[in-house]
């Protein structure tokens, strides 16, 4: 199967900041990626699909200025959190795999906490 | 109404014994996933089935589309096995999309 890396795995910020995580494809050809994020306890959101090349298509209720997807090549996507507040504060995953009859492939995560 | 709805919410097993989550959906799909999720947060895609049953190892995952139901059973639990095991479906209106159920907590206990 894919594997799929993500970075940082864990970040802390301050609020106001913006932090960039990096979701990559290591051995599969990504047209699409996928963006969640998941709060303790509870299942996984999605936050919108990165599409290779074009614009990511945001899930309703997410803001596409705040959280900037960028997916520059089929190996990576970068999830963007601008001006990060306290409840971004999250756990953010991404994965790859959308034929609808294929596996996917879930990255790590990343811990998000903005202080 | 959850479109995919997951039982047991938490389960505790002891060791050996033999384990089943159950997930039913209410939407046409194309195909459904177990997944499973480390304390750690890492998720690992466990099956993908669209009929039938599947077999990994201890585990074994069976879907009944008529009755829009899908079980996944754990031979022979074993503590490394404690996780959240998550149920997904791909809608056949919702192309790729995932639609998840709530997760069931499973601990084994030694």
């Known amino acids: 199967g894919a594997v799929v890396s993500q970075h940082p795995s864990r970040v802390i910020c301050k609020s106001g900041t913006s932090v960039k995580i990096e979701c990559r494809s290591l051995?599969?050809?990504?047209?699409?990626m996928f963006w969640y994020r998941q709060f303790p306890k509870k299942s996984l959101m999605l936050m919108a699909t990165?599409?290779?090349?074009?614009?990511?298509?945001?899930e309703q209720g997410v803001e596409k200025d705040k959280f900037l997807i960028n997916h520059a090549s089929l190996t990576l996507s970068t999830l963007t959190v601008t001006s990060a507040h306290p409840e971004d504060s999250s756990f953010y995953i991404c994965?790859?795999?959308?034929?609808?009859?294929?596996?996917?492939?879930f990255g790590p995560g990343t811990r998000l906490t903005v202080l | 109404k959850n479109e995919v709805e997951q039982s047991p919410q938490n389960l505790t097993a002891q060791e050996g014994e033999f384990i089943t989550i159950n997930c039913s959906y209410s939407?046409?799909?194309?195909?459904l996933h177990w997944l499973q999720q480390h304390p750690g947060g890492g998720i690992v895609s466990l099956f993908m089935?669209?009929?039938g049953k599947k077999k990994h190892g201890r585990l074994i995952a069976t879907i009944n589309i008529q009755e829009k139901h899908s079980s996944l059973h754990i031979t022979a639990s074993h503590p490394r096995d404690s996780a959240v095991y998550i149920c997904?479906?791909?809608?056949?209106?919702?192309?790729?999309?995932?639609?998840f159920g709530e997760g069931t907590q499973l601990t084994v206990n030694p």
């Open positions: 994965s790859v795999g959308g034929g609808t009859g294929t596996r996917r492939f």
């Open positions: 051995d599969f050809q990504a047209t699409t």
């Open positions: 990165s599409n290779e090349g074009s614009k990511a298509t945001y």
């Open positions: 939407v046409g799909i194309s195909a």
């Open positions: 089935l669209s009929s």
């Open positions: 997904a479906v791909t809608k056949e209106t919702s192309g790729s999309r995932l639609t």
